[in-house]
């Protein structure tokens, strides 16, 4: 059993950065891939990027790709998502998650444990 905690959310403004964070509070990622999915109000859950067990491969959606990046410190059991150049359609719940299997996984059922969710909200 994994228990994820996000942190690092808050407001911004347009064109401007944050960098969240995630940690286990009870078990391990270490040998699973990672992810981050977020939920914009009204909105389902998406995918917005992805990393392999080993931090060597990254996936990201379209819409962030070029201005997040994700990555990992497995000798601190931290995830990360730094984000650049925020927008107004960047405002979501963000939710780290750990995955079945070391390889990238795109889809939310390829995610065995979730986080609360951490909200960032961008203002125009």
């Known amino acids: 059993q994994v228990q994820l905690v996000e942190s690092g959310g808050g407001l911004v403004q347009a064109g401007g950065s944050l960098r969240l964070s995630c940690v286990p509070s009870?078990?391990?990622?270490?040998?699973?891939?990672v992810g981050w999915f977020r939920q914009p109000p009204g909105k389902e859950r998406e995918f917005a990027a992805t990393i392999d067990s080993a931090g060597s491969t990254t996936y990201y959606t379209d819409s962030v790709k070029g201005r997040f990046t994700i990555s990992r410190d497995n000798a601190k059991s931290t995830l990360y998502l730094q984000m650049n150049s925020l927008k107004p359609e960047d405002t979501a719940v963000y939710f780290c998650?750990?995955?079945?299997?070391?390889?990238?996984?795109?889809?939310?059922?390829?995610?065995?444990?979730w986080g609360q969710g951490t909200q960032v909200t961008v203002s125009s």
């Open positions: 998650a750990a995955g079945r299997y070391m390889t990238v996984p795109t889809a939310m059922g390829e995610y065995a444990y």
């Open positions: 009870r078990g391990t990622f270490m040998n699973r891939a």
